[in-house]
């Protein structure tokens, strides 16, 4: 089985900064894609930003020039830098990973989810 951990959130005032970090184990043999997930109260889940294998990332427009998504593929882990913190990304903040475990099969897991509250 492969499983993520989520770290790093918490109370943030606006205009601050936090960085989540989302770490990947179990029968891993590669991971594809990374990418972290948002969900505000009473409100879809919304992809927040992606990044490949080989570093390509994507970002959603609301996120775009404040959060910067990363990735140590040495320790199966993603990062998620968010600077100029609103309190529109109030949200529980999920990672999701895709991949190959062993004997060869395809996984795809979610993360249990970090909250982060932007407020004064």
């Known amino acids: 089985q492969v499983q993520l951990v989520e770290s790093g959130g918490g109370l943030v005032q606006p205009g601050g900064s936090l960085r989540l970090s989302c770490a990947a184990s179990?029968?891993?043999?590669?991971?594809?894609?990374m990418a972290w997930h948002r969900q505000a109260p009473g409100k879809q889940r919304e992809l927040v930003a992606t990044i490949t294998k080989s570093g390509s990332t994507n970002y959603a427009d609301s996120v775009k020039g404040r959060f910067t998504i990363s990735r140590d593929n040495a320790k199966n882990t993603v990062y998620l830098q968010m600077n100029s913190l609103k309190s529109e990304d109030t949200a529980v903040y999920y990672c999701n990973a895709d991949g190959t475990r062993w004997p060869n099969r395809r996984f795809e897991v979610w993360g249990q989810g970090t909250l982060v509250t932007v407020s004064s």
């Open positions: 179990g029968s891993i043999l590669s991971i594809n894609n």
